[in-house]
């Protein structure tokens, strides 16, 4: 039973890593950038967007080449919340001494 009760432990420590992770992960900013920096989107780990900046020779360009460029800024931002995500949750079970076998969700 020693077993069980250590593993109900270890399972609450996780848990409770987890959800100090996910609080780490939504207040972390990253910024996206497309068109060499022309574009700049600033996002945080919840995926909202806490900024936007356009180099003002922008202005004068076709409309649909801004948009792309903004979308694909959004995009690059998405991308690295995705990858922060992914390498802060995955090494946070490496200090656990879960059994043989045991996997992660990701």
């Given at each position: 039973?020693?077993?069980l009760?250590?593993?109900?432990?270890?399972?609450?420590?996780?848990?409770?890593?987890?959800?100090?992770?996910?609080?780490?992960?939504?207040?972390?900013?990253?910024?996206?950038?497309?068109?060499?920096?022309?574009?700049?989107?600033?996002?945080?780990?919840?995926?909202?967007?806490?900024n936007?900046?356009?180099?003002?020779?922008?202005?004068?360009?076709?409309?649909?080449?801004?948009?792309?460029?903004?979308?694909?800024?959004?995009?690059?931002?998405?991308?690295?919340?995705?990858?922060?995500?992914?390498?802060?949750?995955?090494?946070?079970?490496?200090?656990?001494?879960?059994?043989?076998?045991?996997?992660?969700?990701?």
């Amino acid at each position: 039973m020693t077993d069980l009760n250590n593993l109900l432990k270890q399972a609450k420590e996780m848990q409770e890593q987890f959800e100090k992770s996910q609080k780490q992960l939504a207040e972390q900013e990253v910024t996206g950038e497309s068109g060499a920096g022309m574009v700049k989107v600033t996002m945080n780990g919840k995926h909202n967007v806490k900024n936007l900046a356009l180099d003002s020779s922008l202005m004068t360009e076709d409309q649909t080449l801004v948009e792309d460029l903004i979308a694909a800024a959004v995009n690059d931002a998405v991308r690295k919340v995705a990858e922060n995500n992914k390498n802060q949750l995955s090494g946070m079970a490496s200090g656990l001494n879960l059994p043989e076998g045991f996997k992660f969700p990701f």
